[in-house]
């Protein structure tokens, strides 16, 4: 089935560590998303990829960084530098950058620092 | 300020009763769509619908329907004869010019329908 897969689910991080989350595609979308969801609040862009081998920070870039290597791949890495990750991280996909696109999302990685 | 707005964080309903949810946006363009998204305790977004600025006509689906109004800024939700299957957290969105990738997202609507 086409879709959108994040792994893992659940992370837990010691403090001081990057941690890396999973985003494939099956798709054959353009473009890819990467957003945070704090409880209780909407979601925040962190980065996007419009094609491979590009991507652009949203809002809350600092602390992250990623990277497009393949059309169906965006990888998320949190870093040590990002000082409050414990958070639900959502990624998304859509079909380009043409107005009007819907973005699809996955199911979410929980990642909590212990 | 919010580009979107959505001013309820938690509705509870009885089964069955309708409830309107509401979503205010604000945008200098033109040009622009408007999104909803259902988020239920699993976690992952579901798309509802998507409007385009240009096309007011309001859209029915089953139990669900929705009512954009330009005049108002508005782009509200209606579920009737909810369910208990419809609790979750329900999101209105916006993207415009000239970055359509870069949506912004209200802070949700909690929706608790109790049997």
């Known amino acids: 089935d086409g879709g959108i897969t994040q792994s893992p689910k659940y992370l837990f991080r010691k403090e001081g560590q990057n941690v890396t989350l999973s985003c494939e595609q099956n798709?054959?979308?353009?473009?890819m998303y990467w957003y945070r969801q704090d409880p209780g609040q909407g979601l925040r862009l962190i980065y996007y990829?419009?094609?491979?081998?590009?991507?652009q920070k949203g809002d809350i870039a600092e602390g992250y960084s990623v990277s497009r290597e393949k059309k169906e791949s965006f990888p998320l890495t949190v870093t040590s530098a990002q000082k409050n990750p414990t958070a639900f991280y959502l990624c998304?996909?859509?079909?380009?950058?043409?107005?009007?696109?819907?973005?699809?999302f996955g199911e979410g990685s929980w990642l909590t620092v212990v | 300020a919010q580009k979107v707005t959505q001013a309820q964080t938690e509705i509870s309903v009885v089964e069955k009763e309708d409830v309107t949810l509401d979503c205010v946006y604000e945008?200098?363009?033109?040009?622009?769509?408007l999104f909803w998204y259902k988020q239920p305790p699993s976690g992952e977004l579901v798309f509802l619908i998507r409007?385009?600025?240009?096309?007011?006509q309001n859209e029915i689906s089953g139990r669900y329907s929705w009512n954009f109004q330009k005049s108002t800024s508005s782009f509200n939700f209606t579920i009737t004869a909810s369910q208990v299957v419809d609790s979750a957290v329900y999101f209105c969105?916006?993207?415009?010019?000239?970055?359509?990738?870069?949506?912004?997202f209200g802070s949700g609507t909690k929706l608790n329908v109790k049997p």
């Open positions: 969105a916006l993207s415009e010019a000239p970055d359509f990738n870069k949506f912004y």
């Open positions: 945008t200098r363009d033109t040009t622009y769509y």
């Open positions: 798709l054959n979308h353009d473009a």
């Open positions: 990829s419009q094609i491979v081998n590009d991507f």
């Open positions: 998304a996909s859509s079909f380009g950058t043409d107005s009007g696109n819907t973005i699809y």
């Open positions: 409007r385009n600025s240009f096309d007011e």
